[in-house]
């Protein structure tokens, strides 16, 4: 099938199977749908000046991008017409704090003290529904800060000197929020035998500006973090992400926004942490020395590493290990979906699209929620009385490191 532009809707075939996997079409007649916000609505915006306030309610979750027969970028087409909507309105001081995670996780984390500060106060301000002054839910499962960045504690972890070696994006979150994924995944990669590499030098990869129209600001970020992967890429070394966020615009995004030639040089050397591990299992070179656990948990699929097309590696790696049983989810988006759940106008329909999830985890018999996805953890937790993990925490535990 013969690949267009982004910007070109005419492959869309107007078959509506979009609409029957879009979440937010489900949960609100207040939202058209993808075929129709986006490729439908694009040919119209190329005639006429269209300031659609429906494009609020995609939450980029690329389900219509997974399921489109003609292999159409729906989301991309929304993406870019809200940012265009954002040249001639103001934005929200909601999506002005909401898209400078970066910003705010490395000032948090640079100053002793300013993580439990910043964290009671954000606890203080919800308890009294206080975030909704500035746009924001108070029923949305907010991250904490970490009082030590991903990066700092990296620099203190002795590892060994290995033929084998990766670059890992660590992305904001795992930097600044829940930098204990991070050394999960140097101590489960350097006990088979694999030295872990960062690069001081990447930026945010942009997911929160692009769900806030920030796309011009995104490709800075996307010059600056392409380049540096496309160099690492060259010398054969390949690159794990943790977030299937990060991975999916490094991958795909960055392309479909920007049309970058470097992501064609790297994409191919870019895998998911669990998805590199299960290929080494595959091949025999995955060390087996597991102990054995006693738990069972409960496991969700991120949209966004349902629309990557590679399965589910954390149901097959996890079940692997003696001791351990993963049962699937299947309860469909978990509704956060980055910044949306976390904005007054989109959080009640972020709620009812993960209700079920968060229904199907708290009548679980699972002692505990495992995900890829940072954000779908945090509303895995939301009230279901369950903590939810990255599936390297539990493949550390096995391996008793």
């Known amino acids: 099938m013969a690949k267009l532009k982004s910007d070109n809707p005419d492959q869309c075939i107007s078959c509506n199977i979009c609409l029957t996997a879009c979440p937010v079409a489900r949960a609100t007649r207040k939202y058209r749908g993808p075929k129709l916000t986006g490729p439908a609505l694009t040919r119209l915006r190329m005639l006429i000046e269209d300031q659609d306030p429906m494009l609020q309610y995609c939450s980029n979750c690329k389900n219509c991008d997974r399921v489109c027969p003609s292999g159409t970028p729906i989301s991309t087409l929304n993406m870019k017409a809200r940012s265009a909507y954002y040249k001639k309105n103001p934005h929200t001081l909601a999506e002005k704090i909401l898209s400078n995670n970066e910003l705010m996780g490395k000032t948090i984390t640079s100053i002793p003290f300013a993580s439990t500060i910043a964290n009671l106060g954000m606890k203080i301000t919800k308890a009294a529904g206080a975030f909704e002054i500035v746009g924001m839910s108070s029923k949305a499962p907010f991250p904490t800060y970490a009082k030590k960045s991903f990066s700092a504690m990296f620099k203190s972890i002795s590892q060994p000197k290995c033929d084998k070696k990766v670059l890992f994006f660590p992305g904001c979150y795992v930097n600044y929020n829940e930098p204990q ?51 690492y890429a060259k010398q054969g070394i390949d690159i794990i992400t943790t977030c299937t966020t990060c991975a999916l615009i490094l991958k795909q995004e960055y392309d479909e926004l920007f049309e970058l030639e470097a992501v ?22 995955l060390k087996t020395d597991f102990k054995t656990l006693n738990k069972k948990e409960i496991y969700h699929t991120p949209c966004h590493l349902k629309v990557q097309g590679y399965g589910k590696p954390t149901l097959k790696l996890l079940n692997k290990i003696p001791g351990v049983e993963v049962v699937d989810a299947d309860a469909g988006c978990c509704g956060l979906s980055g910044i949306y759940g976390y904005k007054t106008n989109t959080a009640e329909v ?52």
């Open 264 to 285: 064609k040089e790297y994409n191919v050397h870019m895998y998911d942490a669990i998805e590199y591990l299960l290929n080494m299992y595959e091949r025999g070179e």
């Open 350 to 401: 972020a709620a009812i699209v993960g209700s079920k999830l968060q229904k199907t985890i708290k009548e679980s018999d699972a002692h505990e929620g495992v995900c890829e996805c940072n954000i779908c953890r945090l509303q895995m937790q939301n009230n279901t009385g369950k903590k939810a993990y990255h599936p390297l925490h539990t493949i550390r535990q096995a391996y008793g490191i």
């Open 181 to 231: 994924v991070g050394v999960d995944l140097v101590h489960v990669f350097n006990h088979n035998n694999i030295e872990v590499l960062i690069d001081d030098n990447f930026v945010c990869c942009g997911s929160p500006m692009i769900s806030a129209g920030y796309i011009d600001k995104v490709q800075h970020n996307a010059d600056i973090n392409s380049k540096i992967l496309a160099s």
